[in-house]
C-alpha cells in the first residue's frame, strides 16, 4: 500500500498535468477560431472555381491540356500527398489519416509513391521504407498560400512528366469540433464525373475571350493550387478541434483520477489513524 507522501505527490502531478491540457485546451481553442474563418473564408472561392473550371472543361476535349488529360491504365503510379500534423496529443487524428493512407497504399495495384506533409506521415511512412518523393514539415506553424503553391508545382510538374499518371489528397476535413471527416480527393487528372455532372446542369454556352487554351494555362494551375490550399486549411482548423477536445478529455480524465486518489488517500489516512489508536488502546490495557 503506498503511503500518503507517495499518494500526494502523485495528486500534485496529476493536478500540474490537467492545468498543463487546460491550457493547451484554451490555446486551441483561440487557434481554432482562427483556423476556422480562414477554412469558411477560402471554402467559397474554392467551390466556385471548380464549378468554373468543370463548365470550361466540359465544352473541351481532355487532351486540351496536360491537367485533363488522364493516363492509360497502368502507364504510370499513383502520388498519394498524406497531409498530417506536425504534432500529436490530438486524439486520433493522425492516426485515422496513416491508416488512410496505408489501405489506400495496399489496395493500390500499382505501386504508389507519396508525397508527405506534416512532420507526424513522415515519421510514420517514411521509416517503414515507403516510396517517398518529397515531403514537407513544419509549415503549419506559420501557414501561407506559398506552402500551397510549391506542393502543388511538385504535383503538377510530376503529373505532366509523366512520373505518376494521377495525384491523390488525404487529409482531414473540418466538419465541427466534434467531428473530422478524412478525405480522399483526386486532384489530378480533373475528375471527368464532374465534368458530366456540369454538363447536364448547365447547357448554356459561352464565348471566351482570350482562347480556351490560354484560359486553361492561366486557371489550371491556379485551381490546383487553390485546392491543396484548401485541403492544408481544413487540416490546420481539424487539428485544433481534435486537439481541443482531447485536451478536454484528459483534463477530465485527471479531474476524475483526482476524486479517485483523494478518496484512497482519505482511506489510507483513516486506516492508519484507526491502526494507531488501536496500539494506543492496546498499550493502555496491557498496563
Do not use: W
Amino acid at each position: 500500500m503506498p503511503s500518503l507522501i507517495d499518494l500526494r505527490r502523485r495528486i500534485r502531478a496529476v493536478k500540474s498535468t490537467q492545468q498543463i491540457t487546460k491550457a493547451m485546451k484554451m490555446i486551441a481553442a483561440s487557434r481554432l477560431r482562427r483556423a476556422q474563418e480562414r477554412v469558411v473564408s477560402a471554402r467559397p472561392f474554392a467551390q466556385k472555381m471548380l464549378k468554373v473550371l468543370n463548365g470550361l472543361a466540359s465544352r473541351v476535349d481532355q487532351d486540351a491540356h496536360p491537367l485533363l488529360r488522364a493516363a492509360a491504365p497502368g502507364q504510370g503510379r499513383p502520388l498519394l500527398i498524406v497531409i498530417t500534423a506536425d504534432r500529436g496529443l490530438c486524439g486520433s487524428f493522425n492516426t485515422n489519416i496513416i491508416k488512410a493512407g496505408a489501405m489506400f497504399v495496399a489496395e493500390s495495384p500499382q505501386v504508389c509513391t507519396l508525397g508527405l506533409v506534416g512532420r507526424k506521415g513522415r515519421d510514420f511512412f517514411a521509416r517503414r521504407g515507403f516510396d517517398v518523393m518529397y515531403e514537407e514539415v513544419g509549415i503549419f506553424q506559420k501557414l501561407a498560400y506559398s506552402h500551397a503553391q510549391g506542393i502543388a508545382q511538385n504535383a503538377i510538374e510530376l503529373f505532366t512528366s509523366g512520373q505518376v499518371d494521377r495525384v491523390m489528397l488525404i487529409y482531414n476535413e473540418f466538419k465541427s469540433v466534434m467531428t473530422q471527416r478524412v478525405v480522399v480527393d483526386q486532384l489530378l487528372p480533373i475528375a471527368r464525373a464532374d465534368v458530366d455532372t456540369a454538363v447536364s446542369a448547365n447547357q448554356v454556352d459561352y464565348l471566351y475571350e482570350p482562347s480556351a487554351q490560354e484560359i486553361f494555362n492561366q486557371l489550371l494551375p491556379r485551381y490546383v493550387e487553390v485546392q491543396v490550399y484548401r485541403s492544408l486549411l481544413e487540416s490546420n482548423a481539424a487539428f485544433f478541434a481534435a486537439q481541443m477536445t482531447a485536451m478536454d478529455t484528459a483534463s477530465k480524465n485527471a479531474t476524475d483520477m483526482i476524486a479517485s486518489l483523494t478518496l484512497f488517500m482519505n482511506k489510507v489516512r483513516q486506516a492508519a489513524i484507526t491502526r494507531e489508536i488501536i496500539e494506543v488502546v492496546s498499550g493502555a490495557q496491557a498496563l
